[in-house]
């Protein structure tokens, strides 16, 4: 099975949140889930602000915008908290 994720890096300004709503929104036709994990706060509120904007102001079910440390605590710590403690 071939992974096809992908890591996007540029510079400010240079329209990455553009870039990966736009690219989203455009392949939302096949209806998988996505997950966009994003460093801080104000890039998930920047993310959430343009995907809105590319797609009428709605954030499909299929997409998830969280926080790098979200991400960390929803996927990797709460599902075996339990047995750990």
């Known amino acids: 099975m ?3 994720n ?3 890096m540029a510079v400010a300004g ?4 553009w870039g990966i709503c736009n690219e989203v929104i455009s392949k939302q036709v096949i209806e998988k889930k996505t997950l966009l994990v ?3 706060n ?3 509120e920047s993310l959430e602000k343009e995907f809105r904007k590319q797609n009428r102001g709605v954030i499909s079910s299929e997409v998830v915008i969280k926080t790098w440390y979200q991400f960390l605590l929803s996927e990797f710590i709460k599902p075996y908290q339990n047995d750990v403690f």
């Open 2 to 4: 071939q992974l096809k």
């Open 38 to 40: 994003t460093y801080t």
């Open 6 to 8: 992908k890591v996007n």
């Open 14 to 17: 240079s329209g990455k949140t």
């Open 42 to 44: 104000k890039g998930k």
